[in-house]
């Protein structure tokens, strides 16, 4: 069978596995080495058998998709990857996280080693002597996921002629709100309960703090920096911070990083009075059921009306002492 006698239908979207990957296994990418489809996947070469076309100057619209019954099966696809790539190009989560665990299910618990300073160093063992442990368990609470995503609200008559770059434009801002949205749950996920926490009765943050927390986090490595806007612009007036190295790269990217070369994440739904720092490759694991889901029925369907995309994770520290709060005085 190849990719243009292939029947498309709804079941391919009611796999855990997911669209492409269900189409994947109907037509394999690796078929087509040494062709000119090479370099395209499953879902890619459809779009190519329907002469549809989602970006450039030349974009179709969105009725283009709905020709036929075989290519309507294919506009929630095109929505889950515009939504995905909103995402992607909003994402601050991979400067703090250590790990993506997919799950097929709702429940999962996170496992956990708390070491003491003594259990993180690799002692001298001698022959025949006890060697020390490192002992790891899971969590007794379940790793909490939230469902984050938005509602597209639209008539198919309002949108068909609509050019499908444009579209795109939309469902990447979607794909920005739950970006957004999951950075604050892990935000929350690293400051709750037990987090290590430092006090100051200075009402300014000053570069004695951040060598407080850097020293708070041994042995890790202090790689991300969050703050508020507020405390962002403290950072940037500190005298250190203005070193050649630091201030070339954000005059020239716009990207902040500090003399101890942890990167800065400004972001104002920080409450905190005060940064917070922490390692990200020993700090935080993401959880997800899946990745970006949509109401297919209804797309498929043209129902846009109030048709869901949305995303599915949770978030759960790995090492509690991977991160570190500095607070000011206000």
């Known amino acids: 069978m190849t990719f243009d006698n292939i029947k498309l239908e709804k079941g391919l979207y009611s796999s855990a596995k997911g669209f492409t990957a269900s189409l994947e296994e109907i037509d394999p990418s690796e078929n087509y080495t040494g062709t000119s489809l090479e370099g395209l996947d499953a879902y890619q070469r459809q779009l190519k058998r329907f002469d549809i076309k989602v970006s450039g100057s030349g974009s179709d619209s969105v009725s283009k998709f709905f020709q036929t019954s075989?290519?309507?099966?294919?506009?929630?696809?095109?929505?889950?990857?515009?939504?995905?790539q909103g995402m992607e190009?909003?994402?601050?989560?991979?400067?703090?996280?250590?790990?993506?665990?997919?799950?097929?299910?709702?429940?999962?618990?996170?496992?956990?080693?708390?070491?003491?300073?003594?259990?993180?160093?690799?002692?001298?063992?001698?022959?025949?002597?006890?060697?020390?442990?490192?002992?790891?368990?899971?969590?007794?609470?379940?790793?909490?996921?939230?469902?984050?995503?938005?509602?597209?609200?639209?008539?198919?008559?309002?949108?068909?002629?609509?050019?499908?770059?444009?579209?795109?434009?939309?469902?990447?801002?979607?794909?920005?709100?739950?970006?957004?949205?999951?950075?604050?749950?892990?935000?929350?996920?690293?400051?709750?309960?037990?987090?290590?926490?430092?006090?100051?009765?200075?009402?300014?943050?000053?570069?004695?703090?951040?060598?407080?927390?850097?020293?708070?986090?041994?042995?890790?490595?202090?790689?991300?920096?969050?703050?508020?806007?507020?405390?962002?612009?403290?950072?940037?007036?500190?005298?250190?911070?203005?070193?050649?190295?630091?201030?070339?790269?954000?005059?020239?990217?716009?990207?902040?990083?500090?003399?101890?070369?942890?990167?800065?994440?400004?972001?104002?739904?920080f409450d905190l009075n005060g940064v917070l720092a922490l390692d990200k490759s020993a700090a935080l694991e993401k959880v997800q059921a899946g990745n970006v889901a949509t109401e297919y029925d209804k797309l498929i369907d043209r129902q846009l009306e109030r048709a869901a995309i949305t995303a599915t994770a949770g978030f759960s520290k790995i090492f509690s002492d991977a991160s570190v709060i500095q607070k000011i005085t206000v």
């Open 70 to 84: 075989d290519s309507a099966a294919l506009f929630p696809e095109y929505a889950s990857r515009a939504v995905q």
């Open 89 to 269: 190009e909003a994402d601050l989560l991979n400067k703090i996280i250590a790990t993506t665990t997919n799950i097929d299910s709702l429940d999962y618990r996170v496992i956990e080693s708390i070491p003491g300073r003594e259990n993180k160093e690799l002692a001298d063992v001698a022959e025949g002597a006890y060697i020390p442990e490192t002992r790891i368990k899971t969590k007794e609470k379940l790793t909490r996921l939230y469902k984050r995503g938005r509602m597209l609200v639209a008539s198919y008559e309002a949108v068909k002629f609509q050019k499908l770059d444009l579209f795109t434009v939309t469902l990447k801002q979607i794909g920005a709100y739950i970006a957004r949205s999951q950075f604050k749950d892990a935000v929350e996920a690293l400051t709750s309960d037990d987090i290590k926490t430092l006090d100051s009765t200075e009402t300014e943050l000053k570069y004695s703090h951040l060598i407080d927390v850097w020293n708070a986090l041994e042995p890790y490595n202090m790689t991300s920096i969050i703050a508020n806007s507020e405390f962002t612009a403290q950072l940037l007036q500190i005298s250190e911070f203005k070193d050649s190295n630091a201030g070339q790269n954000f005059h020239g990217s716009g990207k902040m990083i500090t003399p101890l070369g942890a990167e800065v994440i400004r972001y104002s739904g």
